[in-house]
């Protein structure tokens, strides 16, 4: 039976991505180099050089794997990116999901094929279920979802705290009837979701959290249904920027008033919340900070490939405006 690199990381106790550097001569410590040797030796090991030498043939360019190029928030994070890779004298491919699995696997593979140095990536939670760290042979860091226990560097937003805070807006301005609308395909919108509940209950409140597929006018549609409803919530929570649209645009379809009939928050602080009638209150996300901690990650990762995984969560800003105006006190 032929013998391959992943026997070897099996029972070297380590990554196939640290294989390859042991045995490229990459930067590996003393004790990981002979660890993996003694691997070699026990499993007969024979490492196919030429194929070893094109994978180590880098092309200093940087892989952007986004969930949706029409969000503004990707869209800085992607300039953000870009900035450090020029900076750094690397290119950058870009690449948009539409949140779909199956893209997301063939952009993984496109990946492989271009011998990117380095990947950035805001994965579904279907493929997130999925990624292992030792099937990849370049280091990824994860952006605005959480990954599988310690397994890849990642830069988010504190989800669940930017929910609270949004809560806690709203109730400190009357609102008791606080429905919550999120994304579902990522663990963003979980988190975010499980925020929202948990801010509620803590305030003695019942929440009623509900997801739609990652589009604006998914989002339309679901609010819309929801707003048409006799019992319709006060105010309405709304997990990203593309949502806020489709929830702005179904008030305005249904002849409901913003605040005066329902009351809208949201996440991403992009120029049109501040510009519609009234203005939209959001979380306002460090996103240029997201783009330039992921590349610190990803360029700290290419110097120490076996230095422990690290997670950098970020705060962000409640921007209050009109959609929010407190309710008349009676």
Same mark, same amino acid.
């Not at 011998?115 to 760290?133: E, K, N």
């Not at 997801?211 to 709304?238: G, I, M, T």
């Given at each position: ?145 959480? /990954? ?6 990642? $830069?988010?937003?504190?989800? @669940? %705290? #930017?929910? &609270?805070? +949004?809560?806690?807006? !709203? ?107 009234? /203005? ?6 460090? $996103?240029?900070?997201?783009? @330039? %901690? #992921?590349? &610190?990650? +990803?360029?700290?990762? !290419? ?28």
């Amino acid at each position: 039976m032929t013998v391959n690199i992943k026997d070897v990381a099996r029972v070297a106790g380590v990554s196939v991505s640290t294989v390859s550097r042991a045995l490229g001569e990459g930067p590996v410590s003393a004790e990981v180099r002979e660890q993996v040797q003694a691997a070699v030796r026990a499993t007969g090991y024979k490492p196919n050089l030429s194929a070893r030498r094109l994978r180590s043939q880098r092309t200093q360019t940087i892989g952007l794997i986004v969930a949706d190029i029409r969000n503004p928030f990707f869209t800085a994070v992607g300039r953000a990116v870009e900035d450090a890779a020029y900076r750094a004298g690397m290119r950058v491919i870009l690449c948009n999901t539409d949140e779909d699995p199956a893209r997301e696997a063939l952009y993984l593979t496109l990946m492989q094929e271009e011998r990117v140095t380095g990947l950035i990536f805001a994965p579904t939670r279907a493929t997130l279920d999925r990624l292992q760290a030792d099937a990849l042979d370049f280091p990824m860091v994860l952006i605005d979802r959480a /990954g599988p226990g310690g397994q890849f560097d990642t $830069v988010l937003l504190d989800n @669940r %705290e #930017a929910s &609270a805070t +949004l809560v806690d807006h !709203l109730v400190s301005r009357g609102y008791t009837r606080i429905g919550g609308l999120f994304g579902a395909t990522s663990t963003t919108g979980v988190e975010r979701r499980d925020g929202y509940l948990a801010a509620m209950a803590a305030r003695g409140l019942a929440g009623e959290a509900r997801f739609a597929p990652p589009s604006a006018e998914a989002a339309e549609n679901a609010a819309a249904a929801w707003l048409r409803q006799p019992d319709r919530p006060q105010a309405l929570l709304v997990s990203n920027g593309l949502f806020l649209t489709g929830v702005v645009k179904a008030a305005r379809t249904l002849g409901l008033r913003i605040p005066h009939d329902i009351a809208v928050a949201g996440f991403d602080n992009e120029p049109w919340t501040e510009l519609v009638e009234p /203005g939209l209150t959001v979380i306002e996300q460090p $996103v240029e900070t997201i783009g @330039r %901690e #992921a590349m &610190a990650l +990803l360029f700290q990762r !290419l110097k120490t490939p076996d230095a422990p995984t690290r997670k950098v969560v970020l705060s962000g800003r409640c921007v209050a405006r009109g959609s929010t105006a407190a309710l008349p006190r009676t």
